[in-house]
């Protein structure tokens, strides 16, 4: 980790030879790639590849098999002393925010409540000083008019983009976010889609699994494609989409009508 005084690295995220079995079943099989600060990298590719496993192994909820991760110069690894993991787990932590599927708000909290739960009784922020970095950042992601509301009365668009405001509460230095417009309607998708355009053209660090191609091509530096568990190819948007080497890359895109 860097000390005082010291640049921060360059890389916000390195992997190497990460691997996750489930039983018998490898979801990941080496996989190696990195995230440079202030980067977009979108990571797609079929179901069942290993994408959304690589994000939590990247933030800990699955515990890694095999190799290494790296985020903001603290390192996670397979076979690591459980007090060593806890430590590291913990910087981490502090660095990275996750943006879920599902939202994973609090249903007994209003939409200013979820924002900031974290860094009251997490980063010790006082509760004035939360509440106006609250407001700042749910208008940031338009919901502005919102921050009375419990989850049970947004919509999917809105819930996510209350998701992502709480995310950007703790001060990341990078956003992994996994799947977020699946879940949406097209309109609704369209919305939060605007949301993480405009945090890349701020230049936020985002790792990104998505089926959302116009953003890879528009937003991503990098697109890693997965399939069965290792990345196929990497590349800039116009080499993957107009110009892909893999077999199985173009297959991906062909099902989509993605590819040029």
């Known amino acids: 980790m860097s000390g005082p005084g010291e640049a921060a690295p360059a890389t916000a995220i390195r992997v190497r030879g990460l691997a996750k079995r489930h039983g018998k079943d490898e979801v990941l099989r080496g996989i190696d790639l990195e995230v440079a600060r202030g980067e977009v990298a979108a990571v797609i590719g079929p179901s069942g590849g290993g994408k959304s496993t690589l994000l939590r192994c990247i933030i800990g909820l699955e ?17 690591m002393p459980e007090t060593e993991r806890r430590s590291a787990l913990a910087g981490i932590r ?19 409540g979820n924002v900031i739960e974290a860094p009251v009784h997490v980063l010790g922020v006082p509760r004035e000083r939360a509440v106006e970095e609250a407001r700042r950042l749910l ?100 080499e993957i989409f107009e110009r892909p080497r893999d077999p199985r890359t173009r297959a991906f895109l062909a099902d989509l009508g993605a590819a040029d």
């Open 63 to 79: 515990t890694i098999d095999g190799g290494e991760v790296e985020v903001g110069g603290i390192r996670l690894a397979a076979g």
């Open 94 to 112: 502090r660095k990275v925010g996750m943006v879920f599927q599902a939202f994973h708000l609090f249903p007994h909290l209003t939409v200013l």
């Open 139 to 238: 208008g940031r992601v338009g919901m502005e008019e919102k921050v009375d509301r419990r989850p049970e009365s947004l919509s999917g668009g809105e819930k996510q983009r209350a998701a992502i405001a709480r995310a950007l509460a703790m001060h990341p230095e990078t956003l992994l976010l996994d799947e977020p417009t699946s879940a949406l309607d097209p309109r609704m998708a369209a919305e939060v889609l605007r949301v993480m355009e405009g945090l890349a053209r701020e230049g936020q660090t985002m790792l990104v699994v998505t089926h959302a191609m116009g953003f890879a091509r528009a937003a991503a530096r990098t697109v890693h494609v997965f399939a069965g568990g290792r990345v196929a190819e990497s590349g800039p948007p116009a």
